[in-house]
């Protein structure tokens, strides 16, 4: 490829750091910053994380996003353990949506980065198009069919998110779930500077495939992408499959066949589908995070679902069998060494501690820590310290489902 042919106006055009991920702009949500509670710590994950310096420090000791500086690769969103970054137009969490929306339709769903694409835009005005063109083709088909989820960055994505999706596996059509990475290419983008970004996504889908039992795969190729079947002469033709007139008439005959096959499948289960989203809209009653949910508690004592969390019991709520596998850290509290200062109340930025009157302790609500580790920096005593639970502490049992059906009814 001759890069000298790439001017200065068609790498700011093609710049792979430019994303479709909305109009708006990255901004640091204060509400849950772990530097915007009342009792402040010092993290700088995101600050240290971001390859071009555009989260920055104000003297309050707030986080800001310089826009002039941010490429809008979101890969903040992903590696901030309490969720504090989002995006003014479209959040990670519509974007969970919309691939569960997808599983629904199709067998197999893949995922890249908008960066695929700015690669391939730079490559087309080279002197070797033809290849990049071909591919840009192929990716927008696969978009166009819900095949094709795009991102500005995996590392975007939590663990918790690649898990929603595997879970959906052996539901309706669906039964794969893959990454279109070409090989090389996270060497070649900006995002990833400090060459820690397939380190971080890549961490990500592991757990995920631990959890739920599912693999992703790896697509390298344009031409290995999910597309809708099309019944096609010229394709045909093409394949170097026989060419003799009979062979030509009852091959393409076979492919008409498996075209109508499929359609008819998908026709078959459209009111599949409806009765599976209304399922899934109940699914997550069935949990204990709904129920956390709905008790009456103070006004500023409400605890926060991160985005990640109701992603994760969500997915449990619809399909439990892998929720033993389900390992997450959380904090306690040794009431041994609690001397009831309530810095760790003050510090958690999803209110998940509260005090209790009647046994005047310090409670943990499992359901909602993101084990971020606020608690243990400003405890005085060292009495705050992690523990393990498992997915099936997230859903509710046989007794509490039947109480709370009943205490329906009564309402």
């Not at 971001?50 to 707030?62: F, H, K, M, S, V």
């Not at 590392?155 to 898990?163: G, I, R």
């Not at 595997?166 to 070649?188: D, H, K, W, Y």
């Not at 509710?396 to 059906?405: I, S, T, V």
Request: proline residues 3%; glycine residues 6%; negative net charge.
């Amino acid at each position: 490829m001759d890069t000298e042919l790439l001017t200065l106006e068609i790498k700011q055009e093609n710049n792979p750091g430019f994303t479709d991920f909305g109009s708006g702009n990255v901004i640091a949500l204060t509400s849950q910053c772990l530097r915007c509670t009342r009792k402040p710590t010092s993290c700088t994950i995101c600050s240290e994380f971001c390859p071009t310096g555009a989260i920055e420090t104000e003297l309050d000791g707030r986080p800001r996003i310089d826009n002039a500086k941010c490429m809008r690769c979101a890969a903040c969103v992903g590696i901030c353990p309490v969720n504090a970054i989002g995006c003014t137009t479209r959040t990670s969490q519509q974007f969970t949506r919309h691939a569960l929306q997808a599983t629904l339709r199709i067998d197999h769903l893949a995922v890249c980065c908008e960066r695929t694409c700015g690669l391939l835009r730079l490559r087309s005005h080279t002197d070797e198009p033809f290849e990049a063109h071909r591919a840009l083709r192929l990716i927008e088909e696969s978009k166009a069919s819900d095949h094709l989820l795009v991102v500005p960055c995996l590392a975007m994505l939590a663990k918790e998110v690649w898990f929603a999706i595997l879970n959906e596996i052996g539901t309706l059509r669906f039964t794969a779930l893959s990454v279109f990475l070409p090989t090389g290419q996270c060497a070649q983008c900006p995002v990833n500077l400090c060459d820690n970004i397939e380190d971080l996504f890549g961490k990500a889908i592991v757990t995920a495939e631990q959890w739920s039992g599912h693999r992703v795969g790896i697509i390298t190729s344009a031409e290995e992408l999910p597309q809708t079947r099309k019944a096609n002469v010229r394709a045909y033709l093409a394949s170097g499959n026989t060419m003799d007139r009979r062979g030509i008439f009852t091959g393409f005959l076979d492919e008409l066949r498996q075209t109508w096959e499929e359609n008819a499948v998908v026709g078959n289960k459209a009111m599949d589908e409806v009765q599976y989203q209304r399922d899934r809209r109940k699914s997550f009653d069935r949990t204990r995070l709904s129920s956390e949910l709905k008790k009456p508690r103070q006004a500023n004592r409400t605890p926060i679902a991160s985005t990640s969390r109701y992603a994760l019991v969500e997915a449990l709520g619809r399909n439990d069998l892998s929720a033993e596998d389900v390992r997450l850290s959380v904090s306690a509290t040794d009431k041994s060494k609690c001397t009831l200062c309530g810095d760790c109340i003050d510090v958690c930025p999803v209110k998940a501690r509260a005090f209790d009157k009647e046994t005047t302790e310090v409670l943990v609500l499992e359901t909602f820590c993101l084990a971020c580790s606020a608690c243990l920096q400003v405890c005085p005593s060292e009495a705050c310290y992690f523990t393990e639970i498992d997915g099936r502490l997230f859903l509710l049992d046989e007794a509490e489902l039947e109480q709370k059906a009943t205490a329906g009814k009564g309402e």
